[in-house]
């Protein structure tokens, strides 16, 4: 008579699986990144990540209209500007490329599309680090905050439904929540990045943003080996005003995830990053992967881990599959 119990009786054929699948992955858990250079007069391949290009500002609206009709989550926008200085002042000018971009997508897709932009001074300085620099070439916390504050009211006034500060700035929500509700803008949402690692992963967007980086981020980005730490990071953005908080990258700290997203009452957010994505693509081309089942099977594995939502550059093409 043995076995009695027979697990596989639940995974006999399509429907069943379907049935009793404990997670799922919909277009709405996903959001696009995107990138939007000045000066380009068509998009620009990102050769390290093959299929993801620099959008001029008219291939974005394209892309933006093609994400809304899609169902997709949301778009999450980054500006590679065409000049940078010491204090990344095109981030908060209303004519910069972030800017001007936030308000071409929101005129193209209205409410029907959340649109997001990440509120960081890196891609808009000289040296690529995340906030200005001290005498001594340190990143100066205190100094940053209140360019954040002014960043994020420019891009709420430029369109943005969520402000996303990815820096790492100790203080950094507070200071963007007074900023933005000093200046109106109570109901624009913050989606802190609140567990960012010094990661390896984030290689091909060094490229895709034309990173200045000199040196690396490890005084004020995670540590890898830490995991705790995420948590505390989560709670303090959260004290602080946070709507949603975010682990990054996602594979490679799922356990992470998991210890966020049990502890933080709001939604939670995973990105798989441009390593994650160049991994894939590059063992797919070389017919080692599937490539429509990895990348559906890495996306459920975010969800599964706790990720409410889920950044990654496949979002608009993986929505085709979802129902397959």
């Given at each position: ?11 006999a054929?399509p429907g069943?699986?379907?049935l009793?699948?404990e ?9 696009l ?5 000045e000066?380009?007069?068509a998009?620009k391949?990102i ?9 001029t ?7 933006a ?6 169902g997709?989550?949301?778009?999450m926008l980054f500006?590679v ?9 095109g981030a908060?000018?209303p004519?910069?490329?972030l800017?001007v971009?936030?308000?071409d997508v929101?005129a193209?897709?209205?409410?029907a599309?959340p ?9 808009f300085t ?12 340190a ?13 994020a ?8 439904h969520?402000?996303?500060p990815?820096?790492?700035?100790d203080?950094q ?6 900023a933005l ?7 624009t ?5 609140s567990?960012k690692y ?6 091909p967007f060094r490229?895709?943003?034309?990173s200045?980086?000199q040196g690396?981020?490890?005084t004020y980005q ?5 995991a705790r730490?995420?948590?505390?990071e ?5 004290d ?5 908080v975010m682990?990054k990258?996602a ?6 995830l ?10 939670v957010?995973?990105?798989?990053v ?7 693509s ?6 080692w992967l599937d ?6 099977e890495?996306?459920t594995g975010?969800r ?8 990654t ?6 929505t ?5």
């Amino acid at each position: 008579m043995f076995p009695t119990d027979r697990p596989r009786r639940l995974r006999a054929n399509p429907g069943i699986r379907r049935l009793v699948a404990e997670t799922d992955v919909r277009p709405r858990h996903l959001i696009l990144p995107v990138f939007v250079a000045e000066g380009l007069d068509a998009p620009k391949p990102i050769t390290s990540m093959p299929g993801v290009v620099q959008h001029t500002r008219e291939s974005l609206r394209k892309a933006a209209a093609e994400a809304a009709a899609a169902g997709v989550g949301g778009i999450m926008l980054f500006g590679v500007p065409a000049r940078r200085d010491a204090v990344g002042s095109g981030a908060t000018d209303p004519q910069g490329i972030l800017n001007v971009a936030l308000a071409d997508v929101r005129a193209e897709v209205g409410d029907a599309l959340p649109v997001m932009a990440d509120t960081c001074l890196d891609e808009f300085t000289d040296h690529g680090h995340c906030g200005v620099l001290d005498a001594h070439g340190a990143v100066d916390n205190d100094a940053t905050l209140p360019i954040y504050g002014e960043m994020a009211v420019a891009q709420a006034r430029a369109g943005a439904h969520v402000v996303a500060p990815s820096g790492m700035m100790d203080g950094q929500v507070g200071v963007i929540r007074a900023a933005l509700d000093e200046a109106g803008f109570r109901d624009t949402a913050i989606l802190a990045y609140s567990a960012k690692y010094a990661s390896a992963f984030y290689g091909p967007f060094r490229e895709a943003v034309d990173s200045q980086l000199q040196g690396d981020r490890r005084t004020y980005q995670q540590d890898p080996a830490n995991a705790r730490e995420a948590a505390r990071e989560a709670a303090l953005d959260l004290d602080e005003g946070a709507d949603m908080v975010m682990v990054k990258p996602a594979m490679a700290y799922l356990d992470v995830l998991r210890r966020v997203a049990d502890s933080a009452d709001v939604p939670v957010a995973a990105y798989q990053v441009s390593g994650e994505y160049a991994m894939i693509s590059a063992a797919v081309e070389r017919g080692w992967l599937d490539r429509e089942r990895t990348i559906l099977e890495s996306l459920t594995g975010i969800r599964r881990a706790g990720a409410d939502l889920v950044l990654t550059y496949w979002a608009t093409e993986a929505t085709a599959w979802l129902d397959r």
